[in-house]
């Protein structure tokens, strides 16, 4: 019975399991029961030599522990897949095992190490080394290297052999250790505050680069022509001398202790507008009244000044009535507006004209004092 491929429940390597869920990690391992070497039985009765370096002798360990079988059997299996295969093993790898080898991690071999392995694997051995024209010691290296870089990299396929799964090497890591607490918890909590942290970074960059488009967007608007990096400069730059004159200020203010009037004395004659000390402290004194609310006296004084003006308007209008063509329309043709309109109307009006007369009346002010 054939499975469906889009069925999770029914393929075959289904790995929709939580088992991994705390094993982050990769653990590279190989089934090497099948291997030559391992189904050999004949006695290791000869002996080779070689000279390792600190990294070297690390690689040996690092294969011993990916096959998983001892360091005689990781060397022994090494060897018998160079000799299957020795041009690619020295156009790839022998500049690291030469004897005269200035590559790191493969100087100062003051290491010795021996390996027992059967009479045919030396002969073989020793055959494939006069075959490529080195020595049984660059030999060893040799094998070494290149079956630990072909691992790494998965380059090479050793012979007879499967890989194990990262779950059975989890279920055999669990059976070995049964009582054993995760050593991983940390690592997995300070992992997710890192990618908290660093999603929390980007949105704040995203934000940021948002709101400088946007003025460079108002910016182009006002000066076209320019290019959108010569408006981006243009604008930082005024930005960061507009930090510079606030930082400014505000040390003054700090420093002196200066009140609200003397703080807009200060900006008016830091804004480059060449005013003398009387018209900055004029224009100061007006932006303060400004800012401040309205007396009762001033706002009777111009609700007067609003009915005089609208007396006289009454007056004029009726002296001098307009004088127009348009023909009047049907009453029945257009939609009559409803009183509470025309009283909105009337407010919103006058709301205009109190506005546009308190801003009259003190830039007027500010002339007078000024001439």
């Given at each position: 019975?054939?499975?469906?491929?889009?069925?999770?429940?029914?393929?075959?390597?289904?790995?929709?399991?939580s088992?991994?869920?705390?094993?982050?990690?990769k653990?590279?391992?190989?089934?090497?029961?099948?291997?030559?070497?391992?189904?050999?039985?004949?006695?290791c009765?000869?002996?080779?030599?070689?000279?390792?370096?600190?990294?070297?002798?690390?690689?040996?360990?690092?294969?011993?522990?990916?096959?998983?079988?001892?360091?005689?059997?990781?060397?022994?299996?090494?060897?018998h897949e160079?000799?299957?295969?020795?041009?690619?093993?020295?156009?790839?790898?022998?500049?690291?095992?030469?004897?005269t080898?200035?590559?790191?991690?493969?100087?100062?071999?003051?290491?010795?190490?021996?390996?027992?392995?059967?009479?045919?694997?030396?002969?073989?051995?020793q055959?494939t080394?006069?075959?490529?024209?080195?020595?049984?010691?660059?030999?060893?290296?040799?094998?070494?290297?290149?079956?630990?870089?072909?691992l790494?990299?998965d380059?090479?396929?050793?012979?007879?052999?499967?890989?194990?799964?990262?779950?059975?090497?989890?279920?055999?890591?669990?059976?070995?250790?049964?009582?054993k607490?995760?050593?991983?918890?940390?690592?997995?909590?300070?992992?997710?505050?890192?990618?908290?942290?660093?999603?929390?970074?980007?949105?704040?960059?995203?934000?940021?680069?948002?709101?400088?488009?946007?003025?460079?967007?108002?910016?182009?608007?006002?000066?076209?022509?320019?290019?959108?990096?010569?408006?981006?400069?243009?604008?930082?730059?005024?930005?960061?001398e507009?930090?510079?004159?606030?930082?400014?200020?505000?040390?003054?203010?700090?420093?002196?202790?200066l009140?609200?009037?003397?703080?807009?004395?200060?900006?008016?004659?830091?804004?480059?507008?060449?005013?003398?000390?009387?018209?900055?402290?004029?224009?100061?004194e007006?932006?303060?009244?400004?800012?401040?609310?309205?007396?009762?006296?001033?706002?009777?004084?111009l609700?007067?000044?609003?009915?005089?003006?609208?007396?006289e308007?009454?007056e004029y209008?009726?002296?001098?009535?307009?004088?127009?063509?348009?023909?009047?329309?049907?009453?029945?043709?257009?939609?009559?507006?409803?009183?509470?309109?025309?009283?909105?109307d009337?407010?919103?009006?006058?709301?205009?004209?109190?506005?546009?007369?308190?801003?009259?009346?003190?830039?007027?002010?500010?002339?007078?004092?000024?001439f």
């Amino acid at each position: 019975m054939k499975t469906n491929p889009t069925d999770k429940n029914r393929q075959k390597f289904n790995k929709s399991t939580s088992a991994l869920s705390n094993w982050p990690f990769k653990a590279a391992r190989k089934d090497v029961s099948k291997h030559p070497v391992m189904k050999s039985k004949e006695a290791c009765s000869n002996r080779m030599v070689t000279m390792l370096s600190q990294q070297e002798e690390m690689i040996v360990v690092g294969l011993s522990n990916h096959l998983q079988c001892d360091k005689r059997e990781a060397l022994r299996i090494a060897l018998h897949e160079l000799c299957l295969a020795p041009n690619a093993a020295l156009d790839k790898c022998y500049v690291y095992a030469k004897s005269t080898s200035k590559e790191q991690g493969h100087t100062s071999r003051d290491r010795q190490g021996t390996l027992s392995l059967p009479k045919a694997e030396k002969e073989l051995a020793q055959k494939t080394a006069k075959q490529l024209e080195i020595t049984d010691k660059e030999l060893i290296r040799l094998a070494v290297i290149w079956v630990g870089l072909g691992l790494k990299d998965d380059s090479i396929k050793l012979t007879n052999t499967k890989n194990v799964s990262e779950l059975e090497v989890r279920r055999d890591w669990s059976r070995a250790n049964p009582n054993k607490k995760s050593s991983i918890k940390p690592l997995l909590i300070a992992q997710q505050k890192g990618m908290e942290k660093a999603e929390q970074e980007l949105d704040e960059r995203f934000i940021e680069n948002e709101i400088r488009n946007k003025k460079i967007r108002e910016y182009l608007k006002c000066n076209p022509g320019l290019s959108w990096e010569a408006a981006r400069i243009e604008l930082e730059g005024g930005l960061d001398e507009l930090d510079a004159l606030e930082q400014l200020i505000s040390q003054e203010v700090e420093k002196e202790s200066l009140n609200k009037l003397e703080e807009k004395i200060l900006r008016y004659q830091l804004n480059g507008w060449d005013l003398t000390d009387q018209e900055a402290r004029q224009a100061a004194e007006i932006e303060l009244k400004e800012e401040t609310p309205l007396t009762e006296e001033e706002t009777e004084q111009l609700e007067r000044e609003l009915e005089e003006m609208s007396r006289e308007e009454d007056e004029y209008r009726k002296k001098n009535p307009a004088k127009s063509n348009r023909k009047i329309p049907h009453p029945l043709k257009y939609k009559v507006r409803s009183m509470d309109e025309q009283l909105k109307d009337i407010d919103e009006r006058r709301e205009e004209i109190i506005k546009a007369q308190q801003r009259r009346y003190r830039i007027e002010g500010f002339f007078d004092d000024l001439f």
